[in-house]
T-cell receptor
Framework: GESVGLHLPTLSVQEGDNSIINCAYSNSASDYFIWYKQESGKGPQFIIDIRSNMDKRQGQRVTVLLNKTVKHLSLQIAATQPGDSAVYFCAEGLLTGGGNKLTFGTGTQLKVEL | DTAVSQTPKYLVTQMGNDKSIKCEQNLGHDTMYWYKQDSKKFLKIMFSYNNKELIINETVPNRFSPKSPDKAHLNLHINSLELGDSAVYFC????????????FGPGTRLTVL
């Protein structure tokens, strides 16, 4: 069945360093993979997505890499800042008849140390 | 301006009671969702509505009944609340095609005693 999982539940990085958050998935039928960020006490917030026929996509300070051979997805955050502290979710995206269905992974807590 | 709002933010109630959570979005989106996030932060979709029509209905007990009076509102009514219903419930909205950006509300923390 479908599953989207994360390797590490908690990741601690020093301010200014680069962060890499990993995600493994088992169902390669999805068209998209998406990263969301959830700050404490708030709802998830979209970061970036990548289509399954791509292997890399860059945004502002973030890069998502997709390796379909090993079914692995990663989110790289450059020059990590205290405001990046949050739980990060990878999600599998499936187009349905009326909307986009997201299947979320278990989340990784990113802690930025000053 | 709040894009997606939910009321109440906190809800504490006894087992067996019936409660409702309201959601409103002012983004003009056609699609709205309800998600449940458990104590381990696992986030799972429950329902999706597109233009007031139910599109996604995951394996959710029929004690949960969503209602969409118009495109901007999606309410969640829960009957006969159980301990396992305790969670944070998030409402979200998006455009139906092309965008994976779902805008989430602040969440409603439901505690069933």
């Amino acid at each position: 069945g479908e599953s989207v999982g994360l390797h590490l539940p908690t990741l601690s990085v020093q301010e200014g360093d680069n962060s890499i958050i990993n995600c493994a998935y088992s169902n390669s039928a999805s068209d998209y993979f998406i990263w969301y960020k959830q700050e404490s006490g708030k709802g998830p917030q979209f970061i970036i997505d990548i289509r399954s026929n791509m292997d890399k996509r860059q945004g502002q300070r973030v890069t998502v890499l997709l390796n379909k051979t090993v079914k692995h997805l990663s989110l790289q955050i450059a020059a990590t800042q205290p405001g990046d502290s949050a739980v990060y979710f990878c999600a599998e995206g499936l187009l349905t008849g009326g909307g986009n269905k997201l299947t979320f992974g278990t989340g990784t807590q990113l802690k930025v140390e000053l | 301006d709040t894009a997606v709002s939910q009321t109440p933010k906190y809800l504490v109630t006894q087992m067996g009671n019936d409660k409702s959570i309201k959601c409103e979005q002012n983004l003009g989106h056609d699609t709205m969702y309800w998600y449940k996030q458990d104590s381990k932060k696992f986030l799972k979709i429950m329902f999706s509505y597109n233009n007031k029509e139910l599109i996604i209905n995951e394996t959710v007990p029929n004690r949960f009944s969503p209602k969409s009076p118009d495109k901007a509102h999606l309410n969640l009514h829960i009957n006969s609340l159980e301990l396992g219903d305790s969670a944070v419930y998030f409402c979200a909205s998006s455009q139906p095609w092309g965008s994976w950006t779902q805008y989430f509300g602040p969440g409603t923390r439901l505690t069933v005693l």
